[in-house]
C-alpha cells in the first residue's frame, strides 16, 4: 500500500532538498575560487624575479661589462634585454672620470650599483651602470638593447622604431633624463639577470667614438657584444 504525501510534506522536502542543493553549489563555487585563488598565487610565485645583487656592482667595470651581457633592465612598464656595453676605468683617458670630480661625474665616484646618466652631444641620453667602490669613478656604458616589453611604449618615444642599437636610442626608449643621474636603483629602475636558458656568447671590439683618449686606451678591447649565434 503506497503511503500518501500530503501537499505540506512535499513542500517540506522541496525546500530541504533545495538547500542541498544549495549548500553544494556553494560549497563548489567555494572550492573553484579557492582553487583560482592558490593558482594565482602559484604563478605569482613563478612570475618574482631576483634582481642582481648590490655586490655585483662593487666589481670593476672590466668585469661587470660582460656580466651585464643579456641582463634586463626593467623601468616602468618597459623592459629590455641589454645586447651590448662598454668599460670605463678610473685610469682610462676616455672615461669622464679620469680627470677627477665634476658637478657632472660626481655618480661615477659614488659606490657601485647608481645610475650615471649624461647628454651626449647636446641630443642623446645615455645610460651607464656605475661600478666599484666609493671613490673609484668608473661605470659601464649600456650601448645596446632589444625591446622584451613595452614595444607600444617605445615606438611613440622613438617614432615608430624599435631598434634600439646605440647608446643614445637606449637612453630614448627607457624615457630617462639627466635628473635621473646618481639615483639608486629601486622599484622605478632594476636590472634583472638573464633569462636565456642557453649560454651567452660574447665577442670583444674596441670602444667607438673615443678618438680623444691616448692610444693605449682606444685599443682596449673593453667594448662586449652579444654574439649574433646567441641571438
Keep these: 500500500m503506497v503511503s500518501k504525501c500530503t501537499v505540506w510534506d512535499i513542500k517540506v522536502w522541496d ?6 542543493l544549495h549548500n553544494s553549489k556553494v560549497l563548489h563555487n567555494r572550492y573553484r575560487i579557492s582553487m583560482t585563488i592558490s593558482n594565482h598565487k602559484k604563478e605569482e610565485k613563478k612570475q618574482i624575479r631576483e634582481p ?22 626593467r ?13 670605463y676605468m678610473p685610469d682610462d683617458s676616455a672615461c669622464h672620470a679620469h680627470k677627477g670630480q665634476t658637478p657632472r661625474t660626481l655618480p661615477m665616484f659614488d659606490r657601485g650599483g ?23 669613478g668608473q661605470a659601464v656604458l649600456i650601448r645596446a638593447a632589444r625591446v622584451v616589453d613595452g ?13 634600439l642599437i646605440g647608446p643614445g636610442k637606449v637612453g630614448q626608449a627607457l624615457g630617462l633624463s639627466v635628473q635621473d643621474s646618481g639615483r639608486e636603483m629601486g ?20 670602444r667607438v667614438g673615443i678618438d680623444y683618449a691616448k692610444p693605449k686606451d682606444r685599443d682596449v678591447l673593453w667594448r662586449f657584444i652579444l654574439d649574433e649565434a646567441s641571438i
Excluded at 649624461?118 to 671613490?135: A, E, K, M
Aim: glycine share 8%; aromatic share 8%.
Design 52 to 73: 642582481l645583487s648590490d655586490s655585483f656592482y662593487l666589481g670593476s667595470a672590466v668585469d661587470v661589462a660582460p656580466k651585464l651581457v643579456g641582463a634586463h633592465i
Design 15 to 20: 525546500i530541504k532538498l533545495v538547500r542541498v
Design 187 to 206: 622599484d622605478w629602475f632594476q636590472i634583472y639577470p638573464s633569462q636565456r636558458t642557453t649560454e651567452i656568447r660574447i665577442r670583444t671590439e674596441k
Design 114 to 136: 647608481k645610475i650615471y646618466v649624461y647628454l651626449c652631444y647636446g641630443i642623446h641620453i645615455l645610460l651607464n651602470i656605475v661600478t666599484g667602490d666609493i671613490g673609484s
Design 151 to 163: 614595444a607600444d611604449i617605445v615606438r611613440q618615444r622613438r617614432k615608430g622604431r624599435l631598434d
Design 75 to 87: 623601468m616602468g612598464d618597459i623592459e629590455l634585454e641589454i645586447l651590448e656595453t662598454e668599460a
